[in-house]
C-alpha cells in the first residue's frame, strides 16, 4: 500500500473494519508466510484493531448506511471530522454530541442538538451491547414495578 496524498482523505470505522477484515480475508486465501518480523507486526497491528473495532457500532454499519447518514447530515452545519465522530461514536445524549462538536453551545440550540440525535440514532444502528443494555434495564424496571 502506498499513501499518495496523507491529508486527502479521512476513514470511518467502518471502512477501516472494512479494509482490514477484507486484507485478512487475502491473507487467508493466499496462505502468505508469517514469518518475517514486518508481516508479524503487521499482523499483530490488524489484530488488534479488528478486535477493537469491533466492538463498536460501526461493525453493523453499511455502505448504504454510511451514505444515508452523510446526506442527513448536510442539513446540519457541520465539519467533516465532526460527521465522521458522529458517525464513529453514534452519540446518545446531548453531552455527547457538545463533546464531538466543537463550540455546540455557540453552534447549535438545544432544538438543533436534539434533531441530530434524533437523526444518529434513528440512522446509525445500534451495537447488539447496546440493545442487551437496553433489554436489560427494561427487565430490570419490570421486576421493580411487579413486588410480587
Known amino acids: 500500500m502506498e499513501v499518495k496524498d496523507a491529508s486527502s482523505a479521512l476513514l470511518s470505522n467502518y471502512e477501516v473494519f472494512q479494509l482490514l477484515t477484507d486484507l485478512k480475508e487475502q491473507r487467508k486465501e493466499s ?16 489484530y488488534e484493531t479488528l478486535k477493537y ?3 463498536t457500532p460501526c ?4 455502505p448504504e448506511i454510511v451514505r444515508e447518514f452523510l446526506t442527513a447530515m448536510k442539513s446540519h452545519k457541520l465539519t467533516k471530522a465532526e460527521k465522521l ?24 440550540t438545544e432544538e438543533q442538538i436534539e434533531a441530530l440525535l434524533h437523526t ?29
Open 59 to 62: 461493525r453493523h454499519q453499511s
Open 120 to 148: 444518529v440514532t434513528s440512522i446509525l444502528p445500534a451495537g447488539p451491547e447496546a440493545e442487551q443494555k437496553k433489554n436489560a434495564n427494561s427487565d430490570g424496571t419490570m421486576d421493580e414495578e411487579d413486588p410480587a
Open 31 to 46: 496462505g502468505k508466510n508469517k514469518h518475517s518480523s514486518g508481516q508479524q507486526n503487521l499482523n499483530t497491528i490488524t
Open 85 to 108: 465522530q458522529l458517525l464513529n461514536h453514534r452519540p446518545v445524549t446531548a453531552v455527547e454530541i457538545q463533546l464531538m462538536v466543537e463550540e455546540s453551545e455557540e453552534r447549535l
Open 53 to 55: 473495532i469491533s466492538k
